[in-house]
């Protein structure tokens, strides 16, 4: 059937295509190969295509055509058992596509939400930045389904595969650029979001080096300021919040930095931080107002 994510109903108008459909097995790998295997006609709604059904197949590896695949829960059952090997065979790009689309299955309601993040029990052992950023893109909609009872469990679910994750590849920058930096600085984000204890450990670790630091240098990369400073201000408690605000009141420290501060400092979990923060913003001699009203 013609896929539409609206309910338009000339989104949903009749049109018959001729569908190339690449088909990739347990037995033969070649998921760069987009050759089409069969061709799905206008003038019919099915066809067969034989295979071993205790093996998995994978249609439209890659996302390669412009079309979604739902597939029925015997073989669902088998690729998900395949997904979850360390040495899966199911490229990236496929495992992308296998969480796009059941995210967005999900979302119209032609399966339950669970059974979309059935597909997301492999993340820990997963470092291919394209998976994740599927899997983020649709948190964005998804997480709009969660009630408070859901999301907390949520919380404790995927908090630790993030961290897994970060483990793996370091929270520490070091010598990485492009795109490893880029998922490094999502990874952190979505887990200081969640709460998770590798957040807090990490984002405590490197406070507490940046305190006892004489020289006053900063270990915190740029691309990991705006997650860590937050973490920091709701995980460190006075002390914390007292470190960052003076960091910001420092006269050597750049406009742009203040701003990432000034932000971080809303992060506070404590009551008496925030009303001190809306004091200042109010106060028309307090550097915080003058910094609001620069931005």
């Known amino acids: 059937e013609r896929?539409?994510?609206?309910?338009?109903?000339?989104?949903?108008?009749?049109?018959?295509?001729?569908?190339?459909?690449?088909?990739?097995?347990?037995?033969?790998?070649e998921f760069s190969n987009h050759t089409p295997t069969i061709w799905l006609s206008k003038d019919t709604s099915s066809i067969n295509y034989a295979h071993n059904t205790s093996k998995w197949i994978v249609l439209n590896p890659d996302a390669f055509g412009y079309y979604r695949?739902?597939?029925?829960?015997?073989?669902?059952?088998?690729?998900?058992?395949?997904?979850?090997?360390?040495?899966?065979?199911?490229?990236?790009l496929s495992k992308s596509q296998l969480i796009d689309d059941y995210f967005s299955f999900a979302k119209l309601g032609h399966v339950p939400i669970t059974t979309a993040l059935d597909m997301t029990t492999f993340l820990q052992n997963e470092t291919d930045f394209v998976v994740w950023f599927s899997l983020f893109n649709n948190l964005q909609r998804a997480l709009q389904l969660f009630s408070n009872e859901d999301m907390t469990a949520f919380r404790k679910y995927l908090g630790p595969k993030i961290d897994s994750v970060l483990d793996a590849i370091s929270w520490d920058q070091g010598y990485d650029k492009g795109t490893k930096v880029i998922f490094r600085?999502?990874?952190?984000?979505?887990?200081?979001?969640?709460?998770?204890e590798g957040c807090v450990r990490?984002?405590?670790s490197l406070f507490e080096k940046w305190k006892s630091n004489d020289t006053g240098a900063n270990p915190i990369t740029l691309d990991m300021q705006p997650v860590i400073y937050c973490a920091i201000v709701a995980?460190?408690?006075?002390?914390?919040?007292?470190?960052i605000l003076e960091q910001f009141k420092q006269t050597r420290t750049t406009e742009s930095q203040k701003e990432k501060l000034l932000?971080?400092?809303?992060c506070s979990k404590n009551t008496i931080h925030l009303l001190t923060l809306i004091d200042m913003a109010l106060d028309p001699n307090s550097q915080v107002r003058k910094s609001i009203v620069s931005v």
Do not use: H
């Not at 338009?8 to 790998?29: R, S």
């Not at 088998?78 to 979850?84: F, M, P, T, V």
């Not at 995980?235 to 470190?243: H, I, L, P, T």
């Open 235 to 243: 995980n460190g408690g006075d002390a914390a919040f007292e470190f």
């Open 202 to 204: 990490t984002s405590m």
């Open 263 to 266: 932000k971080s400092l809303s």
């Open 3 to 29: 896929y539409t994510s609206g309910t338009n109903p000339l989104q949903a108008a009749a049109g018959l295509w001729e569908i190339p459909v690449p088909i990739v097995t347990e037995d033969n790998l």
């Open 69 to 92: 695949v739902l597939y029925d829960a015997d073989l669902l059952k088998l690729i998900q058992y395949e997904i979850q090997k360390r040495d899966s065979k199911i490229s990236g």
């Open 185 to 196: 600085t999502k990874l952190a984000d979505w887990a200081c979001a969640l709460g998770s």
